[in-house]
């Protein structure tokens, strides 16, 4: 049987796993990639660009020249929009069953299951349920009553039970990354992998809130790791494969289990030996920790600080894992072992106020920190965060429709900033590209003075060309690839059109 996955300017690691899951049993897989130059939610939204850069028409017309038995869309909140979009011009042009599934179908599955170009929408995990709803569309007759997907059955929809987290991580196959090869720079270039499922903390704003609170509240173990023995194997066989020059490992909280890392230092030092990123939360960066991250080949920690504000990290963010203390214990232990990281900071909670960002602002301009990455809070559908704005006014109940129709602005685009605050933003994240490029006491006084104000002036291209210089500088790999990808992709959508210039 042939299946279609679609999706939007990055990798995907799950459809790469459900890709190897449907192929070990006999199917064929196919992706349809759209690179979202110009609007790819991270750091370039450029409308006018965009639009001339865009692939939308050609994604709809690869599908359709090549109708697939079923098309599937995996979502976030992010592109969730986009997906809507394709799957919608698709069935205008021919009949294939859609399945959409990710975390925003997990979040809202009755919202989404609305769409009347939606079939068949995967809650939860998806690993089993596709293959089993792929084999039975093959067998000509569609089970419904499969778990973890709900169908539409005779005007009304059939909600099936999640079924129990896969525990065995070992058991799924390697993700199979032919898929995404000649979208994403690989060869030569980062090799994303996971090690684990889930996260031991529940931050209000995050995902996991939902998936702990609601979708598999049940579960004993809702935190999941692969062996050592799988995770070098991987690497051993992928690394023949791609040439790749290093790693980054997605999970929650890499080193969130000691045994298992003292383990894995050990291993990967000796037996694959290139550098790695990884993400932590500090209280579990000590003196041991550190220097297994450095001795094993940890080049970038990521640390989602998100704010130096004691009250808002506790009651807003519920982050009281965290602490001032472990928070500067961890820097100063990467200072001294020279490990570069990069912090998380975020904009547009709730009660937050200039002199609480302006507090952090100055405890970041203490660090050696490679990168400050500043994001305006996302009220992500059905998250703890969510449903305390609006108890809270702070959202009305069309705030929140939007967000669950995944129509409100994300992350860099100030979708939760007052006209206040989105100054504040902008100042501060211009400030922060050039921080890495100031001398201390520069950055101390334009702090101190607030002459770091007059940087919301500053023209967006410029910060990003002086992003793109501290990466370069610094090898920080998260940029190097992300000026890669960019670089890729333009070539080839330029050298389109030369040749169809050339034709006409």
Same mark, same amino acid.
């Given at each position: 049987?042939?299946?279609?996955?679609?999706?939007?300017?990055a990798?995907?690691?799950?459809?790469?796993?459900?890709? #190897?899951?449907l192929?070990?049993?006999?199917?064929?897989?196919s992706?349809?990639?759209?690179?979202?130059l110009?609007?790819?939610?991270?750091?370039?939204?450029?409308?006018?660009?965009?639009?001339?850069?865009s692939?939308?028409?050609?994604?709809?017309?690869?599908?359709?020249?090549?109708?697939?038995?079923?098309?599937c869309?995996?979502?976030?909140?992010?592109?969730?929009?986009w997906?809507?979009?394709?799957?919608?011009?698709?069935?205008?042009? &021919? #009949?294939?069953?859609?399945?959409? +599934?990710?975390?925003?179908?997990?979040?809202?599955?009755?919202?989404? &299951?609305k769409?009347?170009?939606?079939?068949?929408?995967?809650?939860?995990? +998806?690993?089993?349920?596709i293959?089993?709803?792929?084999?039975?569309?093959?067998?000509?007759?569609?089970?419904?009553?499969?778990?973890?997907i709900?169908?539409?059955?005779?005007?009304?929809?059939?909600?099936?039970?999640v *079924?129990?987290?896969?525990?065995? $991580?070992?058991?799924i196959p390697?993700?199979?990354?032919?898929l995404f090869?000649?979208?994403?720079?690989? *060869?030569?270039?980062?090799?994303?992998?996971m090690? %684990?499922?889930?996260? @031991?903390?529940?931050?209000?704003y995050?995902?996991?809130?939902?998936?702990?609170?609601?979708?598999?509240?049940?579960?004993?173990?809702?935190?999941?790791?692969?062996?050592?023995?799988?995770?070098?194997?991987? $690497?051993?066989?992928?690394?023949?494969?791609?040439?790749?020059?290093?790693?980054?490992?997605?999970?929650?909280?890499?080193?969130a289990?000691?045994?298992?890392?003292?383990?894995?230092?050990?291993r990967?030092?000796?037996?694959? +030996?290139?550098?790695?990123?990884?993400?932590?939360?500090?209280g579990?960066?000590?003196?041991?920790?550190?220097?297994?991250?450095?001795? %094993?080949?940890?080049?970038r920690m990521?640390?989602?600080?998100?704010?130096m504000?004691?009250?808002?990290?506790? !009651?807003v963010?519920?982050? #009281?894992?965290?602490t001032?203390?472990?928070i500067?214990?961890? &820097?100063?232990?990467?200072?001294?072992?020279?490990?570069?990281?990069?912090l =998380?900071?975020?904009?547009?909670?709730?009660?937050?106020?200039?002199?609480?960002?302006e507090k952090t602002?100055?405890?970041?301009?203490?660090t050696?920190?490679?990168?400050?990455?500043?994001?305006?809070?996302?009220?992500?559908?059905?998250?703890?965060?969510t !449903? =305390?704005g609006l108890?809270?006014g702070?959202l009305d109940?069309?705030?929140?429709?939007?967000?669950?129709e995944?129509?409100a602005?994300?992350?860099?685009?100030?979708s #939760?900033?007052?006209?206040?605050?989105?100054?504040i933003?902008?100042?501060?994240r211009?400030?922060?590209a050039?921080?890495?490029m100031?001398?201390? @006491?520069?950055?101390?006084?334009?702090?101190?003075?607030?002459?770091?104000?007059?940087?919301?002036?500053?023209?967006?291209?410029?910060?990003l060309?002086?992003?793109?210089f501290?990466?370069?500088r610094?090898?920080?790999?998260? +940029?190097?690839?992300? &000026?890669?990808?960019?670089?890729?992709?333009?070539?080839?959508v330029?050298? *389109?059109?030369?040749?169809?210039?050339?034709?006409?």
């Open positions: 049987m042939r299946i279609t996955f679609a999706y939007l300017a990798e995907s690691i799950a459809i790469e796993i459900l890709s #190897s899951v192929k070990a049993r006999g199917h064929s897989v992706l349809v990639f759209d690179p979202g110009f609007d790819d939610k991270q750091y370039l939204d450029i409308p006018f660009l965009n639009k001339a850069f692939r939308r028409k050609n994604v709809v017309k690869e599908i359709v020249d090549n109708p697939p038995d079923l098309l869309f995996s979502v976030g909140t992010d592109n969730y929009v997906a809507c979009d394709i799957a919608k011009r698709v069935k205008q042009e &021919i #009949s294939v069953p859609v399945l959409f +599934g990710g975390i925003h179908v997990t979040a809202v599955p009755e919202r989404v &299951i769409n009347e170009f939606i079939d068949m929408v995967c809650v939860g995990e +998806g690993e089993e349920a293959v089993e709803l792929v084999e039975s569309i093959d067998k000509g007759a569609v089970d419904t009553d499969i778990q973890n709900w169908f539409k059955v005779q005007g009304q929809v059939k909600k099936n039970p *079924r129990p987290l896969i525990q065995d $991580l070992d058991s390697y993700p199979d990354k032919g090869e000649r979208h994403i720079p690989i *060869r030569g270039g980062k090799y994303m992998m090690t %684990s499922r889930g996260c @031991p903390y529940q931050c209000s995050c995902y996991n809130n939902v998936l702990r609170k609601s979708v598999y509240g049940k579960e004993k173990k809702y935190v999941r790791q692969r062996s050592v023995g799988s995770v070098i194997e991987e $690497l051993k066989g992928m690394r023949l494969k791609y040439g790749f020059t290093n790693v980054a490992f997605m999970d929650d909280c890499f080193v289990n000691r045994k298992w890392f003292r383990e894995f230092s050990a990967y030092k000796h037996e694959i +030996g290139l550098p790695y990123s990884c993400m932590a939360y500090t579990q960066i000590d003196q041991e920790m550190g220097e297994l991250l450095k001795d %094993s080949g940890c080049t990521m640390f989602g600080i998100q704010t504000d004691k009250k808002t990290r506790e !009651e963010l519920k982050r #009281s894992f965290e001032d203390e472990k500067e214990r961890a &820097i100063r232990i990467c200072d001294s072992l020279e490990i570069p990281y990069s =998380d900071h975020i904009f547009g909670t709730p009660f937050a106020d200039r002199s609480e960002h602002a100055k405890y970041y301009a203490t050696k920190a490679i990168r400050v990455c500043c994001y305006a809070l996302f009220y992500y559908p059905k998250t703890e965060i !449903e =305390d108890r809270a702070i109940p069309e705030a929140v429709e939007s967000i669950e995944g129509k602005r994300l992350y860099v685009y100030g #939760s900033l007052g006209v206040e605050e989105l100054k933003f902008l100042a501060l211009n400030f922060y050039l921080l890495p100031l001398p201390a @006491p520069v950055s101390k006084y334009l702090l101190k003075s607030g002459l770091y104000k007059g940087l919301r002036f500053m023209p967006r291209f410029l910060a060309c002086c992003e793109a501290v990466s370069l610094t090898g920080h790999q998260r +940029g190097v690839d992300y &000026i890669r990808y960019y670089m890729q992709h333009l070539t080839k330029l050298g *389109r059109k030369a040749i169809n210039a050339g034709t006409e």
